[in-house]
Structure formats: C-alpha cells, structure tokens
C-alpha cells in the first residue's frame, strides 16, 4: 500500500493530482456550472481514480452549490468599499465563483439571503451582523469570512487588519516627530478597526505620559464631511491648536486638511495631519496626507482564498495583516519649522 493509500484522500489531494484549486474540484463534485467541460470531466476522473469521498460535513449546502460567493455590506461610501469589493470580485473570478453584493442594514434580511442558499459562503463587512447572528450562521454551518472582527470557528474566518497596532504605530511615529498635543478623530463607533486604532493611539500616548482631552476627540465617521465640521467647529472654539490630528481614516484625515486650510492653518508647519488605508486621494491632495498603509486590497483576496478554501472542506482560522506608514507632506518634526 503506498503512503498515499494509508491515509484518507482529501479535496486538496484531487486539487493537486489534477492540477486545479479547490473551489475547482469544489464545483466539478457539486455539478456547478462554471467548469469547461474538459476541465471537470479531469477532475472526476481523478477524483474516481484516488477512490476519493467527500466530505459529508456541510454536504445539504453542497448539494445546493450555486457558484456564487456573497459580500455583505453596510454600507458604500468612500473609495476603501470600492475598491476592496473590486479586489473581492477579481478573486472570485480567479477562483471560478460569481460575486453577489448585498447592502443592508437588517440582519433579519442579510439572514435569510445567507440560509436560503443563493450564496456558497459570506464575506462580512456589516456591523448590523451581531452575535445572534453569528450564532446562527455558525450553527449552520454556513462558510463565513469577516473582515471587521475576529472569529474563529469550524467554517468561520477571520481577515482583518491589526489595527490596534496600526494606532501604536501612529503615535509612536508622531511622538518621534516631537508632538506632544493631539486630536484624534474617531470613526464609526461600532466599527472594529475603528476602536482598535484609538485603543493602540491612546495606549501609547499613555505610556508616553500624554492624556488625549475630551475636547479634542473629535467626530468623523470615516466621513471626509463629518470631519471637516468637527474640526471647523474646533477651530471656531478657540481652544489652543493640537501638534497634530490622527483620524481613523484617510477621508477623515483629508476633512481634517482642509478644515484647517480654510480656517487659515498652514499643514504641517502648524498641525500635523496623518491618517490610516492609503486610499490614492492621499496622493492626490496638497499637501499629500502621511497614512498607514493597511493593504485593503490584499484583504480582499485572502478573505476569498479563505472562503473557498472552507467551502473545499477546511477549517476556519484567523488571518492578520500589519500595515506600514507612508510619510507624506502632511506631517513634519516640531523642531524642524
């Protein structure tokens, strides 16, 4: 008996006999219409040839297989949805699946789309998904990747970015530049990079020996408008001028920008600005905004590799990625001017 017999064939030995991905072997064991007929007809014969069986965990969602991945989303402003739900949709195409777009807030809604099988598995983005929710996808054994929170589970990922050290990053990199007064711009308040950003800001700022003020915890909701008012509104309070603003995002930050250079504030020789995603408007405004670059896109493309991986059989697990700053024009030392 050769080694290979003395162990159970799995969806990634036929996958690699035959020289396909998993979602391929995946769809030709499913009947899903998104094969060239050679190509299926390959994988079959391979399949029969190692006496392979499938898994029979999951097998009702299977049976049903659609070819047809679904992103939920809560909402769609801003370049970072567009062009993550681009990345998003290049992968399905790379891994032979259709993409489906949902955008809702009711959970109820986003639900039922998820257990009436029109999708092979989700990808979420949509704070509207509580714990209940999760519960029950996990209970059903629904493949499930998201990307705005950590969980872990048999056929449950997890993509997301380590923004807690993103905002550690931020401070320290604005600390090294001499700042010592600051305004932190928040985004959405139920949004996991969010807290996670002014978790890691703050703690490092604490440590440093600096207390962020209430008052200049200013609103943004990653919203390029929502930060222009609140810092407007700063400006017209009077109060002294920070060193420099972090925001949770880069429309936040760019508010922030131009706030400033409407209230007569010259950026950076007054107030550094610094933001967090590298979205290409950072490049595009005077002066360039100095981000974090959190590799939007590439999130992307694992949460769909992940997907389809569980979907082929595997298990859930979570994957981390760690951003990089990217210092522009918008950010200078205190010493330096």
């Known amino acids: 008996m050769s080694k290979r017999d003395s162990k159970k064939i799995t969806i990634k030995d036929v996958a690699r006999e035959a020289g396909v991905s998993i979602s391929t072997v995946s769809n030709a064991?499913?009947?899903?219409?998104?094969?060239?007929?050679?190509?299926?007809?390959?994988?079959?014969?391979?399949?029969?040839?190692?006496?392979?069986?499938?898994?029979?965990?999951?097998?009702?969602?299977?049976?049903?297989?659609?070819?047809?991945?679904g992103l939920f989303l809560g909402a769609i402003r801003g370049p970072y949805y567009g062009e993550l739900s681009d990345s998003i949709y290049r992968a399905c195409v790379e891994g032979g699946y259709e993409l489906e777009i949902f955008l809702s807030s009711d959970p109820s809604h986003i639900v039922a789309n998820i257990l009436g099988h029109r999708v092979d598995g989700a990808i979420i983005l949509n704070s509207a998904i509580g714990p209940r929710q999760e519960e029950i996808l996990k209970n059903q054994g629904i493949p499930t990747v998201y990307i705005d929170r950590v969980l872990i589970g048999e056929k449950s990922s997890s993509v997301?970015?380590?923004?807690?050290?993103?905002?550690?990053?931020?401070?320290?990199f604005l600390l090294e530049l001499g700042h010592k007064k600051f305004i932190y711009i928040e985004g959405e308040h139920d949004n996991y990079d969010s807290n996670e950003r002014r978790e890691g800001f703050?703690?490092?700022?604490?440590?440093?020996?600096?207390?962020?003020?209430?008052?200049?915890?200013?609103?943004?909701?990653?919203?390029?408008?929502?930060?222009?008012?609140?810092?407007?509104?700063?400006?017209?309070?009077?109060?002294?001028?920070?060193?420099?603003?972090?925001?949770?995002?880069?429309?936040?930050?760019?508010?922030?920008?131009?706030?400033?250079?409407?209230?007569?504030?010259?950026?950076?020789?007054?107030?550094?600005?610094?933001?967090?995603?590298?979205?290409?408007t950072t490049r595009l405004v005077s002066p360039s905004?100095?981000?974090?670059?959190?590799?939007?896109?590439?999130?992307?493309?694992?949460?769909?590799?992940?997907?389809?991986?569980?979907?082929?059989?595997?298990?859930?697990?979570?994957?981390?990625?760690?951003?990089?700053?990217?210092?522009?024009?918008?950010?200078?030392?205190?010493?330096?001017?």
């Open 29 to 69: 064991l499913n009947d899903v219409n998104v094969l060239h007929p050679d190509t299926k007809e390959r994988v079959l014969e391979v399949a029969r040839r190692l006496n392979y069986t499938p898994n029979l965990n999951g097998r009702n969602l299977k049976a049903q297989a659609t070819g047809v991945l």
């Open 202 to 280: 703050f703690e490092v700022l604490k440590r440093a020996g600096i207390t962020v003020e209430k008052d200049y915890i200013l609103e943004g909701r990653f919203e390029r408008e929502a930060s222009y008012k609140s810092v407007t509104d700063f400006l017209d309070s009077g109060k002294e001028l920070p060193d420099a603003i972090f925001a949770a995002n880069d429309l936040s930050a760019i508010g922030a920008l131009e706030a400033l250079r409407d209230g007569g504030i010259k950026v950076p020789e007054q107030v550094s600005v610094m933001g967090c995603d590298d979205i290409e």
């Open 160 to 172: 997301v970015f380590d923004s807690r050290n993103g905002g550690e990053q931020a401070a320290k």
């Open 289 to 337: 905004v100095t981000t974090i670059r959190t590799f939007f896109e590439k999130q992307g493309i694992i949460a769909v590799e992940q997907l389809i991986r569980m979907i082929g059989g595997e298990e859930g697990k979570c994957l981390t990625l760690n951003g990089r700053i990217i210092p522009r024009d918008s950010t200078t030392a205190k010493d330096s001017l």
